[in-house]
């Protein structure tokens, strides 16, 4: 039983135009949610955070929403540049412990 | 900028034969963590140390995968024996504290067993 998924293995985006990319979770006691990006050959990267008594955080481009009620949040990077194009892993944390959704790869086309 | 250090990178080794990976966290890092990630598939966590002490390693294959962390500070994950199936990235991650968030991850070590 995968708690954390990211149904959309891959995502292709024109430069300048927005990402948006989607997780469900069905573990209601998660309280914290995280992205991660990750580049070939390095380890993943924190990008963003959000809390679960919270429902929008933004950083710069990147902007993520909970939706406790749907249990989904969404990563939106706007606007989508060459160099954001890797694989983003949303991970849900529970009593300290993190659980990874599989990725999405996402590809910025200059 | 303080990093997670790993080695080796890449590690190939025939089935049944012994493999050890070593982690160097972020100093100051009180929380670490092994995870073991599959092509395709995201990190999943295979042991998590506050300190020297074990606080999760309920998806440790513990007939074959063992882990310590004996000051504290750096950490060896070991393998034996290797089977095909281990093949995968095995990822360090530190943290200052559990449940601090966000973790920090080591570039990693990519197993190929043959």
């Known amino acids: 039983d995968q708690q954390v998924k990211q149904n959309s293995p891959s995502l292709s985006v024109q430069e300048g135009r927005i990402s948006i990319l989607n997780c469900d979770y069905t573990n209601s006691m998660f309280d914290y949610f995280l992205w991660y990006k990750k580049y070939p050959a390095e380890g993943p990267t924190f990008l963003i955070s959000?809390?679960?008594?919270?429902d929008k955080n933004e950083d710069g481009r990147f902007t993520v929403f909970l939706n406790k009620s749907a249990k989904h949040l969404s990563l939106h990077i706007v606007p989508s540049q060459p160099g954001d194009s890797a694989v983003y892993f949303c991970?849900?944390?529970?009593?300290?412990?993190?659980?990874f959704g599989d990725g999405t790869t996402l590809t910025v086309k200059p | 900028e303080a990093e997670v250090a790993q080695s080796p990178r890449y590690k190939i080794t025939e089935k049944s034969q012994a493999v050890a990976f070593w982690c160097d966290p972020i100093s100051g890092h009180a929380t670490l963590y092994w995870y073991r990630q599959i092509l395709g598939q995201g990190p999943e966590l295979l042991v998590q140390f506050q300190d020297e002490s074990v606080v999760d390693d309920s998806q440790l294959p513990k007939d074959r995968f063992s882990a310590e962390r004996l000051k504290g500070v750096d950490s060896t994950l070991k393998i034996q024996p290797a089977e095909l199936g281990d093949s995968a990235m095995y990822l360090c991650?530190?943290?200052?504290?559990?449940?601090?968030?966000?973790?920090?991850f080591g570039p990693g070590t990519r197993l190929t067993v043959l």
């Open positions: 991650a530190s943290s200052p504290q559990i449940g601090s968030g966000e973790q920090f």
């Open positions: 959000i809390s679960s008594i919270k």
């Open positions: 991970a849900a944390i529970n009593a300290g412990k993190s659980t």
